[in-house]
């Protein structure tokens, strides 16, 4: 049978071996050098972006169309839903949406979005903390570009 004072002893011993990490982690500077002498900076700032529009569809962030340009905000694990329509005099659709930084956003399912015609559909899903941009082109070489920042 183990006595109160032994049992307490190795709760006293557990909590000191749990909570030890996180005091350091909590103490660490923002600019340190770990113990194998590499240093560790601060995260860059990220470039200051604005919310897309928002488009009513269940667990989107909002949407984007050939319209939009610029620098867009998206969080971790958000979607952003994305509808390019092809110009009335044209008769080719954008091209599949193309990510630079597959680290900072990735590929949603647009197996939920039914395309309208002439419409170009897309999800992206905000994966890690960066910036990254989303690109389509025309056959006639015109290019559709925005800027995401993943927060």
Known sequence: M???????????ALAACCLAPLALAACTPASAT???????TKPAALPNCRPPAADGLPHSEGSLTQTDTGTYCLGVGKLLNVFLTAPATSTARWSEIQITDTSVLAYGNNGVLTAMRDETPGVIVGKSRGVSTVTSTLPDGQT????IVVS
């Open 2 to 12: 183990i006595t109160p004072r032994i049992r307490t002893h190795r709760w006293t």
């Open 34 to 40: 770990t113990a194998t002498g590499t240093a560790t």
């Open 144 to 147: 559709w570009t925005a800027t």
